[in-house]
């Protein structure tokens, strides 16, 4: 197949609308198509999830876990021309934490990050008020590094994710909300630089359009490949398809913490897990692109997975006993919101599956722009179909995110889990760790804690001739190798 434009170019159908170019600030599925392009954090993931040098050089730890002193590098340049400095990395994560930025990356800082400061123009110092065991997961994850003098001269965060400056190997040419995102290699950029000049990503909601774009040679590259349409592009010469697991559970988020809902009682949120039949829907809705979960806590995250935690099963007797119990005997009502970047036809197999037992759902279908300002503020109550991207290959992430009193995503409440959050805080080896998120894993399944649908693959599909291979277990797109063979 040719290329859609030429080989300095790429074009990447994506299904979700790019709206704003804060990664500072957007903390959501949005973000994973742009944020590993245009910036660059102090540290940052291998291929194979390992923790790697990025503008810092080297980082100490004291004995106490209480001071981390990052060494940067004196050869980074952001897209403006500017020389990237120590001030810089300190005000980055200053603005982080600063409450009118707006940041969702703020709640895993917030608590943790007492002070920063500039020993010089190439030391960082950042004192923690606790112990956070995964602070430079997280670091590598959320905090990219922006440039001091020039967000400062902006009237305002909006106006920064509408003209962003970063120092990644990607530099923003243009964005047309609604349409495409334009990136051109930024030739100044410290690495290794990407194999060609210009990508864009050109968004296509629709997973059919965005395959047959494909097909026509209309675009180089497109995500999110509807699962019934694997087996049929697997046969096309000329066209490669990588479904890959990205420790992402999919699951109806819900805000349970409102006494007056029925969710809050744990019986009706049992009762909605086993009146689906999450075998039914991977196998005959996800065309087999899917695996049934046992827990929040996804099988492909490096620690916290214990083997002997079933699935729920499907029981929709036990689900309307559960339901009765909870004085619900003939079921009630809600809604369901569902972006358009997730499957309508899974929502409306969880719907049908909940109506069968009595509990009747209004599907709410939301562009995922819409969905995402709503999501992130609270507002997508009392229940969503959502995943929670792996970032920092811990799964304090997902925890901290959606399970915990303070989570972005979260209105849970539950203090045996929220105690073992905090020992997770300070405590560093492995087998510890891995305890430790196994009993979270229990309680959350216990507790009903959400609606466990299935494992989360993104299914790419591009032309063969384009040479890239994507992060396993991992829901962030990194396309600085991308190149043509």
Do not use: C
């Given at each position: 197949?040719?290329?859609?434009?030429?080989?300095?170019?790429?074009?990447?159908?994506?299904?979700?609308?790019?709206?704003?170019?804060?990664?500072?600030?957007?903390?959501?599925?949005?973000?994973?198509?742009?944020?590993?392009?245009?910036?660059?954090?102090?540290?940052?993931?291998?291929?194979?999830?390992?923790?790697?040098?990025?503008?810092?050089?080297?980082?100490?730890?004291?004995?106490?876990?209480?001071?981390?002193?990052?060494?940067?590098?004196?050869?980074?340049?952001?897209?403006?021309?500017?020389?990237?400095?120590?001030?810089?990395?300190?005000?980055?994560?200053?603005?982080?934490?600063?409450?009118?930025?707006?940041?969702?990356?703020?709640?895993?800082?917030?608590?943790?990050?007492?002070?920063?400061?500039?020993?010089?123009d190439s030391t960082v110092v950042v004192t923690m008020a606790k112990r956070d065991e995964v602070f430079i997961n997280k670091a590598a994850a959320f905090i990219a590094i922006?440039?001091?003098?020039?967000?400062?001269?902006?009237?305002?965060?909006?106006?920064?994710?509408?003209?962003?400056?970063?120092?990644?190997?990607?530099?923003?040419?243009?964005?047309?909300?609604?349409?495409?995102?334009?990136?051109?290699?930024?030739?100044?950029?410290?690495?290794?630089?990407?194999?060609?000049?210009?990508?864009?990503?050109?968004?296509?909601?629709?997973?059919?359009?965005?395959?047959?774009?494909?097909?026509?040679?209309?675009?180089?590259?497109?995500?999110?490949?509807?699962?019934?349409?694997?087996?049929?592009?697997?046969?096309?010469?000329?066209?490669?398809?990588?479904?890959?697991?990205?420790?992402?559970?999919?699951?109806?988020?819900?805000?349970?913490?409102?006494?007056?809902?029925?969710?809050?009682?744990?019986?009706?949120?049992?009762?909605?897990?086993?009146?689906?039949?999450?075998?039914?829907?991977?196998?005959?809705?996800?065309?087999?692109?899917?695996?049934?979960?046992?827990?929040?806590?996804?099988?492909?995250?490096?620690?916290?997975?214990?083997?002997?935690?079933?699935?729920?099963?499907?029981?929709?007797?036990?689900?309307?006993?559960?339901?009765?119990?909870?004085?619900?005997?003939?079921?009630?009502?809600?809604?369901?919101?569902?972006?358009?970047?997730?499957?309508?036809?899974?929502?409306?197999?969880?719907?049908?599956?909940?109506?069968?037992?009595?509990?009747?759902?209004?599907?709410?279908?939301?562009?995922?722009?819409?969905?995402?300002?709503?999501?992130?503020?609270?507002?997508?109550?009392?229940?969503?179909?959502?995943?929670?991207?792996?970032?920092?290959?811990?799964?304090?992430?997902?925890?901290?995110?959606?399970?915990?009193?303070?989570?972005?995503?979260?209105?849970?409440?539950?203090?045996?889990?929220?105690?073992?959050?905090?020992?997770?805080?300070?405590?560093?080896?492995?087998?510890?760790?891995?305890?430790?998120?196994?009993?979270?894993?229990?309680?959350?399944?216990?507790?009903?804690?959400?609606?466990?649908?299935?494992?989360?693959?993104?299914?790419?599909?591009?032309?063969?001739?384009?040479?890239?291979?994507?992060?396993?277990?991992?829901?962030?797109?990194?396309?600085?190798?991308?190149?043509?063979?």
């Amino acid at each position: 197949m040719k290329p859609a434009v030429d080989k300095d170019t790429i074009v990447f159908a994506t299904d979700r609308n790019i709206a704003m170019l804060d990664a500072q600030v957007d903390n959501t599925g949005n973000s994973d198509r742009y944020h590993w392009q245009l910036f660059d954090n102090l540290y940052t993931f291998d291929a194979d999830g390992h923790l790697t040098p990025q503008i810092a050089k080297s980082y100490e730890e004291s004995e106490d876990g209480l001071t981390y002193t990052f060494k940067i590098r004196d050869d980074v340049f952001f897209h403006n021309g500017a020389k990237l400095t120590a001030e810089d990395v300190k005000f980055s994560i200053e603005r982080i934490l600063d409450p009118k930025v707006k940041s969702t990356r703020r709640p895993y800082f917030a608590k943790t990050i007492k002070s920063v400061s500039v020993a010089d123009d190439s030391t960082v110092v950042v004192t923690m008020a606790k112990r956070d065991e995964v602070f430079i997961n997280k670091a590598a994850a959320f905090i990219a590094i922006v440039p001091k003098a020039y967000t400062e001269s902006l009237s305002s965060p909006e106006e920064f994710a509408q003209k962003p400056v970063g120092a990644g190997p990607y530099k923003l040419v243009e964005l047309k909300v609604g349409q495409y995102l334009e990136l051109e290699r930024f030739d100044q950029y410290y690495g290794e630089k990407p194999g060609i000049k210009h990508l864009i990503f050109k968004f296509i909601s629709d997973a059919t359009t965005r395959v047959n774009a494909l097909q026509t040679g209309e675009v180089d590259m497109a995500d999110k490949i509807a699962s019934s349409d694997v087996a049929r592009l697997k046969k096309i010469d000329g066209i490669d398809v990588l479904p890959i697991a990205t420790g992402s559970p999919m699951h109806v988020r819900l805000y349970s913490n409102d006494p007056s809902l029925p969710i809050h009682d744990p019986r009706v949120r049992l009762a909605l897990n086993y009146a689906i039949d999450a075998n039914a829907i991977i196998e005959n809705v996800m065309h087999g692109i899917g695996e049934p979960l046992s827990t929040f806590i996804s099988k492909y995250y490096p620690l916290g997975v214990d083997p002997d935690l079933q699935p729920y099963g499907y029981n929709p007797d036990k689900a309307r006993k559960l339901l009765a119990e909870a004085g619900y005997p003939n079921g009630f009502e809600t809604t369901l919101m569902n972006p358009t970047s997730y499957s309508k036809d899974v929502a409306e197999a969880v719907v049908a599956y909940w109506s069968a037992v009595g509990v009747n759902a209004k599907l709410k279908i939301l562009d995922y722009s819409a969905w995402a300002r709503l999501n992130n503020t609270h507002k997508s109550g009392p229940m969503t179909v959502m995943q929670y991207s792996n970032a920092i290959n811990d799964p304090i992430t997902p925890i901290s995110g959606t399970a915990s009193k303070s989570g972005t995503w979260s209105d849970y409440d539950n203090k045996e889990v929220q105690d073992l959050i905090e020992k997770t805080n300070s405590v560093s080896d492995f087998k510890s760790r891995d305890m430790l998120f196994r009993q979270i894993g229990k309680i959350l399944h216990d507790d009903a804690h959400s609606v466990l649908i299935s494992e989360m693959f993104y299914v790419y599909g591009k032309n063969s001739q384009v040479d890239w291979k994507p992060q396993k277990g991992y829901a962030f797109y990194n396309l600085r190798t991308l190149s043509w063979k």
